[in-house]
């Protein structure tokens, strides 16, 4: 999480008069962001750790299945057609389908994607009540990683994170997908290969590979003392991305804001 708030502190300015231009010029998707970068950019690598520590869970926990890396279920869905390979076929299906029902969810509840507002820090909220209420239930017993028990852990987080990776595409963030490395892999590289990108381009990209990296690695650790712990971080960290979007001033006030700024000799009007 310290690599959250350097990277913070040390790109997000220039960033954000970047993505205020292209917002008043209607043009790069990045503009679509609800609040200003430097409030999303941090939340959305939030959702990314969370989201390693979930895709941990499930498939330590509850055995080769991921509820967040699509990639890595069509794999083992490939894999499972060599005879003994043992691999599950249902898990990933069931998953995947949950996940197709979460992105269908969180599309029709955006809207537009010109115009999602507020409207994905009061799903990232829903997402964190979901990861909460998972989270007691484990460690009360009336969930169990086995039975019934998983298939409903299963389908509540694939769901969850399909909606979370559908609004988070409507919002227009490439850099930092919260689900998705191979893309922000390859455009880091890409971008690097041919001088392009910036600085602030290229560190969230890393940032968002390093955070999924970082956020596996913990569940995986914590697992072995706790599952419901794991899930509990899970919800505490979507809670923080969920209040960021909903408590930061919207992007488009803050674009709203600068021509009176500009007429009042940079002094906001009262």
């Known amino acids: 999480m310290a690599l959250v708030v350097l990277v913070h502190a040390g790109s997000w300015k220039n960033s954000d008069t970047a993505g205020r231009d292209r917002w008043k ?37 509850l055995g080769r299945v991921f509820v967040g890396n699509m990639t890595g279920n069509v794999l083992l869905l490939g894999f499972s057609v060599a005879p003994g390979s043992g691999l599950p076929v249902a898990d990933p299906l069931v998953a995947m389908a949950a ?17 999602v507002g507020r409207r994905p820090g009061a799903v990232f909220a829903a997402e964190a009540a979901v990861f909460t209420t998972l989270a007691v239930l484990l460690a009360r017993g009336v969930l169990g990683m086995a039975g019934p028990g998983r298939s409903v852990l299963i389908v509540a987080l694939a769901v969850c994170l399909g909606a979370q990776t559908s609004l988070v595409r409507l919002m227009g963030s490439r850099d930092v997908t ?4 191979t893309q922000s892999l390859a455009g880091w590289a890409a971008n ?17 590979v390093v955070t ?15 599952t419901g ?13 969920a209040a960021l979007f909903l408590l930061a001033r919207p992007l488009a006030a803050e674009t709203e804001a600068e021509p009176e700024k500009d007429a009042t000799g940079g002094q906001d009007r009262p």
Not at 99 to 115: K, N, Q, T, Y
């Open 192 to 208: 690097t290969a041919v001088g392009e990108g910036g600085r602030a381009t290229q560190l969230r990209k890393a940032a968002s």
């Open 212 to 226: 999924m990296l970082a956020g596996a690695a913990t569940g995986a650790l914590l697992l072995r003392v706790t």
């Open 99 to 115: 996940f197709v029902v979460g992105a269908l969810l969180g599309g029709r509840i955006a809207g537009p994607a010109e115009a």
């Open 178 to 181: 919260t689900t998705v490395i």
């Open 229 to 241: 712990g794991v899930l509990g971080l899970a919800a505490a960290l979507a809670a923080c991305a």
């Open 25 to 61: 010029a209607g043009g790069d998707v990045a503009g679509r962001l609800p609040v200003a970068a430097r409030c999303a950019v941090p939340g959305l690598l939030m959702l990314t750790f969370a989201t390693g520590l979930v895709d941990a869970f499930c498939y330590l926990g």
